[in-house]
């Protein structure tokens, strides 16, 4: 008996020793596939990957689509950023698009992290205090909704703690979305006029051939 037990203990783990080692050589081959795939178009995977996430969103909050997981980003994109909630499928999309558009200079890494980042406290901010600052009622988070969200109020109420002024937190949270703005289009101070000049001058046309 005790034979028997260890040679079926024996044979259970050869098939176990097996099964890893093909797991294991599958995943080294994806691994290695995914390796010779180019910079540029690993990042357009990441663009269209926000653009199907825009649109589960669109799909959630715009057409109020239902289903556990449409509620579960309906109450997600809500009670994080209140009233702009309405506008997340855009600004998503508008992500994707850049980086696909340009997949080097708008990578996701880095930059376009922290100027995202910093235009969305920003904007959260000064929503939330427009509307009020409402504040959660014992646990209660549902009133953030009717401003910035979450990520609004807590920006805004650090702020208001430690300056106890709306005006001056509105500005500097207006000078943080700013900020964002040139992070996210990589643009200096000194390069704004520039880029105006540039945004209001007529594109070229076709050089015209002149006839000898």
């Known amino acids: ?49 926000l653009c199907g996430l825009a649109l589960v969103i669109a799909a959630a909050v715009w057409f109020e689509v239902p289903g556990g997981v449409m509620d579960f980003a309906r109450a997600v994109v809500s009670g994080t950023v209140g009233k702009i909630g309405w506008f997340v499928p855009l600004l998503v999309v508008l992500a994707g698009f850049r980086i696909m558009r340009d997949p080097v200079g708008n990578s996701p890494a880095g930059r376009q992290v922290i100027g995202w980042t910093a235009l969305s406290f920003g904007l959260l901010g000064i929503v939330h205090i427009a509307n009020g600052s409402p504040e959660p009622v014992q646990g209660d988070t549902t009133a953030l909704r009717d401003g910035g969200g979450a990520v609004g109020y807590v920006v805004s109420a650090l702020l208001l703690d430690l300056l106890r002024s709306e005006a001056v937190v509105v500005l500097l949270l207006g000078l943080l979305a700013f900020f964002g703005v040139l992070v996210i289009t990589a643009t200096p101070l000194y390069r704004i006029p520039d880029r105006m000049r540039e945004t209001r001058r007529p594109p070229a046309g076709p050089a015209r051939r002149r006839d000898r």
Do not use: K, Y
């Open 1 to 49: 008996m005790l034979r028997a037990f260890t040679a079926l203990g024996r044979g259970i783990a050869a098939l176990w020793l097996a099964f890893a080692h093909g797991i294991g050589a599958v995943t080294r081959g994806i691994g290695h596939s995914a390796r010779e795939i180019e910079p540029e178009q690993r990042r357009d995977g990441f663009g269209l990957l």
